[in-house]
């Protein structure tokens, strides 16, 4: 039979309105932003993600920017959630959690190493329960070893790695590491869990069984470095070529000629096509040995142009180059908006946007859930399609142990 145009235009419509992790269920014991950031991506592809929080709630709920007392920032590493808030010290809410993990498929947790097997929480304790469970803890410095139960944030191991070091011996002139603010590790480490999930639930699928995954924010750090780490083992060459930004007129531009075609180009960009016969330039390694003095003398004709103009002329010719550019800027950039790279989404205080994850599937959905849950917004359904009654629920709340 001979598909016509029209249906597998309507088939791929059909399969996009499905997630690749519809049927997941996700019980989330994430705060902060590693974890949640690895849950927010499980919830985008289709999972039933259940943050599970404490009666105070997720800190990052405190968090701004706000707007009417509810976080933005919360919002974006939340958004399609459900919320369970209560008491982890009661025996009862213990019990109930142990009910709830046996309907899941993967449980996600960035506490401290030991705090869930002083819940009862841990690998050991519910994988009799639910032998199929995935189980992903994401800590600083992992499981084991000598640092196990160090207390670690994002720019903690960003010193630890030697990242903080490595972009201070590319900072000629700096005689500290940058102060940090992007907080890479929790993104990085979270990305690192969302893939390790997905490669467990596929071997799942092949044995039936489901495993610890014992994630390492450091030794996700540690692996982003990978000329660094080679570099240190192998000492002694000369110093790797540093893409520096390029001032223009009214801010700055970032060009990157690495290849020798993108060197040819270049040199027609800027009116120089006399370079190429420079003996500082002949050959990549001539360039490289001479890579400062080749973007000084580029930066000679960006200065004389806005990094707009700088821009679109280099581009024109065939150089890879981007102006800097501010975030707000990217908010309504063409290129995003033409990938749908941003969802719109509301909580309580109205609609704001957030990032989608930087992949697009041909027969799934991909996208931000527009749903951000308020503390324990669905902690009694929860229990209660779990098959605990209302008058159970209401004690629970009574005492305390359930907002």
Same mark, same amino acid.
Request: hydrophobic share 40%.
């Given at each position: 039979?001979?598909?016509?145009?029209?249906?597998?235009?309507?088939?791929?419509?059909?399969?996009?309105? /499905?997630?690749?992790?519809?049927?997941?269920? %996700?019980?989330?014991?994430?705060?902060? *932003?590693?974890?949640?950031?690895?849950?927010? *991506?499980?919830?985008?592809?289709? $999972?039933?993600?259940?943050?599970?929080? #404490?009666?105070?709630?997720?800190?990052?709920?405190?968090?701004?920017?706000?707007?009417?007392?509810?976080?933005?920032?919360?919002?974006?590493?939340?958004?399609?959630?459900?919320?369970?808030? =209560?008491?982890?010290?009661?025996?009862?809410?213990?019990?109930?959690?142990?009910?709830?993990?046996?309907? =899941?498929? /993967?449980?996600?947790?960035?506490?401290?190493?030991?705090?869930?097997?002083?819940?009862?929480?841990?690998?050991?304790?519910?994988?009799?329960?639910?032998?199929?469970?995935?189980? =992903? #803890?994401?800590?600083? !410095?992992?499981?084991?070893?000598?640092? $196990?139960?160090?207390?670690? !944030?994002?720019?903690?191991?960003?010193? $630890?790695?030697?990242?903080?070091?490595?972009?201070? @011996? !590319?900072?000629?002139?700096?005689?500290?590491?940058?102060?940090?603010? %992007?907080?890479?590790?929790?993104?990085?480490?979270?990305?690192? $869990?969302?893939?390790?999930?997905?490669?467990?639930?596929?071997?799942?699928?092949?044995?039936?069984?489901?495993?610890?995954?014992?994630?390492?924010?450091?030794?996700?750090? /540690?692996?982003?470095?990978?000329?660094?780490?080679?570099?240190?083992?192998?000492?002694?060459?000369?110093? @790797?070529?540093?893409?520096?930004?390029?001032?223009?007129?009214?801010?700055?531009?970032?060009?990157?000629?690495?290849?020798?075609?993108?060197?040819?180009?270049?040199?027609?960009?800027?009116?120089?096509?006399? +370079?190429?016969?420079?003996?500082?330039?002949?050959?990549?390694?001539?360039?490289?040995?001479? +890579?400062?003095?080749?973007?000084?003398?580029?930066?000679? +004709?960006?200065?004389?142009?806005?990094?707009?103009?700088?821009?679109?002329?280099? #581009?024109?010719?065939? /150089?890879? =180059?981007?102006? !800097? @550019?501010?975030?707000?800027?990217?908010?309504?950039?063409?290129?995003?908006?033409? @990938?749908?790279?941003?969802?719109?989404?509301?909580?309580?205080?109205?609609?704001?946007?957030?990032?989608?994850?930087?992949?697009?599937?041909?027969?799934?959905?991909?996208?931000?859930?527009?749903?951000?849950?308020?503390?324990?917004?669905?902690?009694?359904?929860?229990?209660?399609?779990?098959?605990?009654?209302? #008058?159970?629920?209401?004690?629970?709340?009574?005492?305390?142990?359930?907002?």
């Amino acid at each position: 039979m001979v598909r016509q145009a029209g249906e597998d235009m309507a088939e791929e419509s059909k399969a996009a309105t /499905v997630g690749a992790l519809d049927g997941v269920r %996700v019980l989330d014991f994430t705060s902060v *932003m590693a974890g949640p950031f690895a849950t927010r *991506m499980l919830a985008d592809l289709g $999972a039933d993600v259940i943050k599970v929080e #404490s009666l105070e709630g997720d800190q990052v709920r405190a968090r701004p920017p706000k707007r009417d007392g509810f976080s933005a920032y919360f919002g974006n590493l939340n958004a399609g959630k459900q919320s369970i808030a =209560c008491n982890l010290k009661s025996p009862e809410i213990i019990a109930l959690i142990k009910q709830l993990v046996a309907t =899941c498929d /993967v449980l996600v947790e960035n506490f401290r190493p030991g705090v869930m097997a002083r819940f009862g929480l841990d690998f050991a304790a519910l994988r009799e329960a639910n032998p199929r469970l995935i189980y =992903c #803890s994401i800590s600083g !410095y992992g499981q084991t070893g000598p640092k $196990a139960l160090s207390p670690a !944030y994002a720019p903690v191991i960003h010193a $630890a790695s030697g990242f903080d070091m490595v972009n201070l @011996r !590319y900072q000629d002139g700096a005689d500290r590491p940058a102060t940090s603010g %992007v907080f890479i590790a929790d993104v990085l480490g979270g990305t690192h $869990a969302f893939g390790a999930i997905q490669a467990a639930l596929y071997q799942r699928e092949k044995t039936g069984a489901g495993q610890h995954i014992d994630l390492s924010m450091l030794e996700a750090m /540690v692996g982003m470095l990978v000329f660094e780490t080679q570099e240190a083992q192998f000492p002694g060459d000369a110093r @790797r070529p540093l893409y520096t930004p390029l001032k223009t007129n009214d801010g700055f531009i970032m060009v990157a000629p690495t290849s020798p075609r993108n060197f040819e180009q270049l040199t027609d960009a800027v009116g120089h096509p006399e +370079w190429r016969d420079d003996p500082r330039f002949l050959t990549n390694a001539d360039r490289n040995a001479n +890579w400062a003095t080749l973007l000084a003398l580029t930066e000679e +004709w960006t200065l004389e142009r806005s990094a707009e103009e700088a821009e679109a002329i280099l #581009s024109r010719h065939g /150089v890879p =180059c981007g102006r !800097y @550019r501010e975030i707000d800027e990217l908010l309504d950039d063409p290129q995003l908006a033409s @990938r749908g790279a941003f969802a719109q989404i509301s909580d309580g205080a109205g609609s704001f946007k957030v990032p989608n994850p930087p992949f697009r599937m041909s027969g799934s959905r991909v996208e931000a859930r527009n749903h951000v849950a308020r503390l324990g917004e669905e902690g009694a359904d929860i229990l209660t399609k779990l098959g605990v009654d209302e #008058s159970a629920v209401a004690a629970l709340r009574a005492r305390g142990d359930l907002l």
